[in-house]
């Protein structure tokens, strides 16, 4: 234990070995659950603690990208193929199945 994180103000000692230059909790992005989740995703995972902060970080860049991607594919996609589009999925819904006949139920003689 001869090292200490590098945050200033942080004193949590560190093992030699260990391969980040910050604690977990230092290492670990975003705030509230997200970031005490991320802590202990890296704390738990030890050694291998940079593997999985790379990770985690990679998930959240890759959700930010998809979202931002969702939001501008709707924002430039042309009116007139919106309208079109519109025109073809109400048509395509209105199949109708015929209806069943009814039974026909025969009276018991008397």
């Not at 970080?57 to 939001?71: G, I, P």
């Not at 026909?104 to 008397?110: F, I």
């Amino acid at each position: 234990m001869a090292r200490k994180c590098d945050s200033p103000g942080c004193g949590f000692p560190l093992p030699d070995k260990y391969p980040l230059d910050k604690c977990p909790w230092h290492m670990a992005p975003g705030r509230g659950p997200v970031k005490i989740a991320a802590a202990l995703t890296i704390a738990a995972a030890g050694f291998g603690g940079g593997f999985a902060y790379k990770r985690f970080r990679r998930y959240l860049d890759d959700r930010k990208l998809r979202k931002e991607r969702e939001e501008s594919g709707q924002a430039s996609a042309p009116k007139e193929k919106k309208a079109k589009s519109a025109v073809r999925k109400r048509t395509a819904s209105k199949s109708r199945k015929q209806p069943r006949k009814r039974k026909r139920v025969s009276k018991p003689a008397a």
